[in-house]
């Protein structure tokens, strides 16, 4: 009697466990129950022979179909994906710390997929090259409804401004400028706005409003209406500067439009590329290019670059510039001596700007260079025969890049139509700047160039169809470098828009000579 008891209580308990899991198991199995009831059971005992042993119970599962050997690539890739992330998910308390943060991108990238299925990913914007390669311009729409500037696009800067129509100095005439009374969703404050460049400066009041660029818009950016700039700071068609360098040199604090796209999953790839155009040494050129090349936010255009991008990394507390470390340098096969000096790649400075040590070594590999006159106030520049052909080149990430004679020899300056300016300047920067050179668009021309958000990093490529303009370095050395945080105060240097001056600069330089 206990026997059959015992036997009837595990056979109601097992029914009882299959009943509750039958409504989530239902669509993958079939379940035939084949038990001899309590009483049947009873009248075996009863009758003194052994009880029967229960039928097994037997379910068979049916076969899901898998992503594993789908047909179609992406698939099977996503299911890779997937297992290798919840291996992670399941074991976090154990990863070590690059698998830590290999999870915390899994996390990244599972809430991009969240938000990205409704936002735009990729957006493209055409370059206006003004001052034959001095800067590079795109457009973006500022208010309700949207007024349209051209701005420098800056990776040695931070922040976004344009020339209001409040602004009464002389590099606003003839310029398009913003109208705060004409926007609906403006949003101005009394906070001052202040900011140094190399080529000058700009003053007026942080406001905020609806921001487009490249497809993309943010509602209530914060950016600077400026009131007053330094000569020459800008020049026709540029009505401001787009920023694009990180948050920690944000004059006004606030985080760069771009920044706000990488980290909220507006973009499909976290990173920012740039082709520029060259335009220096075509006959016929003009001050204004409107065919200046092209920047695209969300990710690189690889139809404008040849094998892969060498991504160089940046260290997490190293996000202030676009910052890497310069490997080595060559000029007429002679190699420079460098102490991985970091650089500022820097998209809103034509020059390549390094230490007066450095560039008295750089000119003299070149027969006959010599110093350009103090007594002019453009100290800092070398001149030299126009009838040499240099060849120079920069070593970031184990790679050479080399630099064309045409982006190296500026043209000529001085009443002496036989010499010619160099690209390299002498630019002496203080023991607590974490850069000690600015790599400007002399050296850009010649590359295509990625500004990766995460893992953050810069990248540089071969251009299509200057596929020897690449190749192995001769030096191999860590990027070292040091973190840096802004100062609290009203104005920092930016290193950007040096070459906004480039123009006027030589154009004054010849009168003078």
Not at 64 to 86: I, T
Not at 315 to 342: E, F, H, K
Not at 486 to 502: D, E, M, P, Q, R
Request: proline content about 5%; aromatic content about 8%; charged content about 10%.
């Amino acid at each position: 009697m206990h026997r059959s008891l015992s036997l009837s209580l595990s056979l109601s308990l097992h029914l009882l466990l299959l009943l509750l899991l039958l409504p989530s198991l239902a669509p993958a199995i079939v379940v035939p129950l084949s038990w001899p009831s309590p009483a049947a059971a009873n009248d075996n005992n009863a009758s003194g022979s052994p009880s029967p042993s229960p039928e097994p119970l037997r379910i068979p599962l049916t076969h899901l179909s898998l992503r594993q050997y789908h047909p179609d690539l992406e698939v099977r890739r996503a299911w890779l994906k997937d297992q290798a992330r919840g291996m992670r998910r399941k074991y976090a308390e154990h990863l070590d710390e690059r698998g830590k943060e290999l999870l915390r991108r899994d996390m990244e990238e599972i809430e991009l997929e969240k938000r990205g299925s409704s936002k735009r990913s990729i957006g493209t914007l055409s370059l206006i090259d003004i001052g034959v390669d001095a800067s590079y311009a795109g457009q973006v729409s500022v208010g309700t409804p949207g007024q349209s500037f051209n701005v420098i696009l800056d990776t040695g800067s931070a922040d976004l401004w344009v020339a209001d129509s409040q602004c009464a100095t002389s590099t606003c005439r003839n310029i398009p400028l913003f109208s705060t009374s004409s926007s609906s969703t403006f949003s101005g404050s009394i906070q001052s706005f202040s900011i140094t460049y190399g080529s000058g400066t700009a003053q007026g009041t942080v406001a905020k409003d609806t921001v487009t660029m490249a497809g993309f818009t943010i509602t209530g950016q914060t950016f600077a209406v400026v009131n007053a700039t330094s000569s020459n700071l800008i020049i026709n068609p540029v009505s401001g500067i787009m920023g694009l360098a990180w948050k920690t040199i944000a004059q006004t604090g606030a985080t760069p439009f771009w920044q706000i796209l990488a980290s909220d999953g507006a973009w499909s790839s976290q990173e920012m590329g740039f082709y520029l155009q060259r335009w220096r040494g075509v006959t016929g050129v003009t001050q204004v290019e409107t065919s200046g090349g092209e920047f695209t936010m969300g990710g690189v255009d690889s139809s404008k670059y040849t094998g892969d991008i060498n991504y160089i990394s940046i260290p997490s507390g190293n996000t202030d510039y676009w910052r890497i470390a310069v490997q080595g340098m060559t000029v007429q096969n002679n190699s420079i001596s460098l102490s991985s000096p970091q650089a500022a790649i820097d998209t809103g400075t034509t020059l390549i700007g390094v230490p007066s040590s450095v560039l008295q070594s750089i000119y003299a590999q070149i027969p006959n260079a010599e110093p350009m006159s103090a007594s002019t106030g453009y100290s800092g520049y070398y001149q030299y025969p126009c009838s040499t052909t240099v060849s120079s080149s920069l070593q970031f990430g184990g790679l050479s890049y080399s630099i064309s004679n045409a982006d190296f020899n500026l043209g000529s300056f001085t009443r002496d139509p036989s010499m010619c300016t160099g690209a390299f300047f002498q630019i002496d920067l203080d023991g607590s700047s974490p850069i000690q050179w600015v790599a400007g668009a002399s050296f850009l021309t010649n590359v295509y160039s990625a500004f990766r958000y995460n893992p953050t990093a810069v990248g540089f490529a071969a251009l299509t169809g200057n596929e020897s303009g690449v190749s192995n370095g001769t030096v191999s050395t860590s990027n070292g470098g040091s973190s840096f945080g802004k100062s609290s105060g009203s104005s920092t240097l930016a290193v950007g828009t040096w070459g906004v001056l480039v123009s006027a600069v030589m154009a004054a330089l010849a009168s003078l000579l």
